[in-house]
């Protein structure tokens, strides 16, 4: 099928319904192109005027007053400081992925976790074992942390046929790695502790949480305690750079509220009509409160850590020279060998096996959310070692042990971007049934609709049991449901096994004629003509009062009389509130939202976008009926 309508995005809201994972997928896949430039950057300028880069980076800088001063070279700022905020926002995705996304439910936690950490140990054994003998093996974790920009970038380029499932999987698992990861820096790449500061920062950390199960939202708060925990461990050698993952874990997500969402409505309303200073901030906080801090924050810093913090890092981090000495130094070193196996195989092998053991000790109950084939190409991609395994190694190594550390985190990078494409390009070949299987698997996805379909009760489009369900959350008067109304039906007349579900939506908070719209086509519904009223409305959204409704109900030949009755009848008002109710069970925040086979649908509801999801719903399908 090929059409061609804009690739139309917007919605009217409720809530906050735009996937934060795809958003957050997309900003990483943005900044891995950064990071790479950056990194690309240090390298020419490390090989142009090395002792200018050296000079700059250790530059010192004084933060303070009088005695109390903070002195760190710029290098140390971006690692220890700017990089604060990256752990941070991951933090926050993890946290978010435990109220709201795939790890809900908890029991998906098991296989990306045993694949995460085990993804880490047997990289871990592959250096220990290359270097066994060697001064060098203290520097052990360098080789086992995925840098989640670079990885999900990668996957972007070499995996346009993976299924979309790989990259949240993907990302779970490095969520995984970054936890851990932290954990090694605290205890094993610390300096001797100094217990006093150390306990302050913990106290610190206390008063967050007291904080927090109070109820206490000031942002400003949080910031100073965190800034104090933060200079605390920085005292207490221990690498400060934890305290941005434990604020982010500790920073809830929610979805929005409808009653959240309709109180910030009316004080906008109460604004536009007697705009005051007072109401100002009234509606900037209604509306900021509508919104879990998860969310916000998440908006707020992602973008910086992706577009600037970790591109600085790289550039302060990066730069080595890399003439043939040096490169031919670097590649007899058992360092650089260490890194660069323990990433392109040990990585793919930890992930791959933990994930075939996790299946075959629970029996089949703990699958992954994907294919093998795209297990195997997952693990080739969680090679990309970078951001993660440059601090540790600036952590262990000195001198020239450092610069083959860094040499080998590079070739690690290059390794496994060419092995993910050579994994791709394998499965790519295989026969069309074996591809589709090693792709997708046969998981139970997790299912976003809180109320099944029922034919018998739904208001249905297309085959009664075909294999593809579109459900949408619509609303008579939303323009962007009148949008997305004729690539619906262009989907429909090109797909004969794909059924189409309308639910009710009216958001008459912001649409006042939406719940009369709802009500006609019940009403219409009534006399068998549902659907000739639905199209009537959609195409008429700028004129939906009461005598447009009795207007049209002659046009299509209704009993007049009969369906002004119906328009008020306790049934058609009970059938557009379970709808509502429903909405609110899936926790839907305005309209339209899809959702395709169960599953919500985030992304342009142009014909292109609509017929993918479809043909991966009726993929899973198929193969859940052999």
């Known amino acids: ?154 996957l972007a380029v070499t995996g346009g046929r993976m299924p979309s499932g790989l990259r949240a999987f993907l990302l779970t698992i490095t969520v995984v790695d970054d936890f851990v990861a932290l954990g090694v820096i605290t205890v094993a790449y610390s300096e001797r502790v100094v ?40 005292k207490s050698r221990v690498d400060p750079v934890v305290v941005g993952l434990a604020m982010g874990l500790l920073t809830y997500a929610y979805p929005a509220a409808r009653a959240d969402l309709e109180h910030a409505t009316g004080l906008f309303r109460l604004f536009r009509e007697q705009p005051t200073p007072e109401l100002e901030r009234s509606v900037r906080v209604g509306i900021a409160s509508a919104i879990s801090p998860n969310d916000r924050l998440q908006g707020l ?17 990066a730069g080595i020279p890399l003439g043939a000495g040096e490169l031919g130094h670097a590649f007899t070193s058992p360092v650089t060998l260490g890194i660069l196996v323990a990433f392109v195989l040990g990585k793919p092998l930890g992930i791959v096996g933990a994930s075939v053991l996790t299946y075959v000790a629970s029996r089949g109950r703990i699958r992954p959310p994907v294919g093998w084939g795209a297990v195997t190409a997952g693990g080739a991609v969680a090679g990309t070692g970078f951001t993660v395994s440059l601090l540790i190694a600036t952590l262990a190594f000195e001198g020239d042990l450092l610069q083959d550390a860094k040499i080998g985190i590079l070739s690690a990078l290059v390794c496994s971007f060419l092995t993910s494409r050579l994994v791709g390009g394998l499965v790519a070949a295989l026969p069309s049934g074996l591809r589709q299987r090693a792709l997708l698997g046969d998981a139970e996805t997790v299912v976003d609709l809180a109320v099944a379909v029922d034919p018998d009760k739904d208001r249905v489009r297309g085959p009664r049991h075909a294999p593809v369900t579109i459900v949408e959350y619509g609303d008579y008067e939303c323009p962007y449901c009148g949008l997305a109304e004729p690539v619906v039906r262009e989907l429909l007349r090109g797909c004969g096994d794909v059924r189409y579900v309308w639910r009710h939506l009216p958001l008459r908070d912001i649409h006042p004629h939406a719940q009369l719209a ?57 059938r557009i509130a379970e709808d509502v109710e429903s909405a609110d069970l899936s926790q839907v925040a305005g309209t339209p939202t899809f959702f395709v086979n169960g599953r919500r649908y ?25």
């Open 518 to 574: 709802a009500q006609g086509a019940e009403a219409a519904g009534a006399q068998g003509h549902y659907w000739d009223m639905h199209d009537l409305l959609l195409s008429h959204q700028g004129a939906l009062r009461f005598d447009h409704l009795r207007e049209y109900a002659g046009d299509i030949g209704l009993d007049v009389e009969r369906f002004e009755r119906d328009l008020r009848h306790p049934g058609v008002l009970a």
């Open 195 to 234: 217990v006093p500061a150390l306990l302050a920062a913990l106290g610190v950390l206390g008063i967050v949480l007291l904080l927090r199960r109070l109820g206490v939202r000031r942002g400003p708060v949080y910031a100073l305690l965190a800034l104090v925990a933060w200079g605390a461990l920085l």
């Open 301 to 317: 810093f992602h973008p910086w850590t992706s577009y600037v913090i970790v591109p600085l890092f790289a550039l302060a981090n």
């Open 1 to 154: 099928m090929e059409c061609s309508p804009g690739p139309y995005t917007g919605q009217s809201r409720r809530g906050a319904s735009p996937s934060p994972l795809r958003d957050f997928l997309r900003t990483e896949t943005g900044g891995a192109a950064v990071l790479a430039a950056a990194a690309l950057a240090a390298i020419v300028w490390a090989n142009l005027a090395a002792h200018t880069y050296a000079v700059f980076w250790d530059t010192r800088l004084y933060v303070g007053a009088g005695t109390h001063r903070l002195s760190l070279s710029l290098r140390e700022w971006a690692n220890s400081g700017l990089m604060t905020l990256f752990f941070f926002v991951a933090g926050l995705e993890a946290r978010r992925e435990f109220d709201m996304g795939e790890l809900r439910d908890r029991r998906r936690l098991i296989l990306p976790l045993a694949a995460g950490v085990t993804g880490m140990l047997v990289p871990v054994a592959v250096y220990l074992a290359v270097n066994a003998g060697h001064s060098s093996v203290h520097g052990w974790g360098a080789a086992m942390s995925t840098d989640t920009a670079l990885a999900l970038g990668v």
């Open 602 to 626: 985030h992304g342009a509801y142009d014909i292109a976008s609509l017929s993918a999801a479809v043909r991966a719903a009726r993929d899973r399908a198929a193969l859940a009926g052999h």
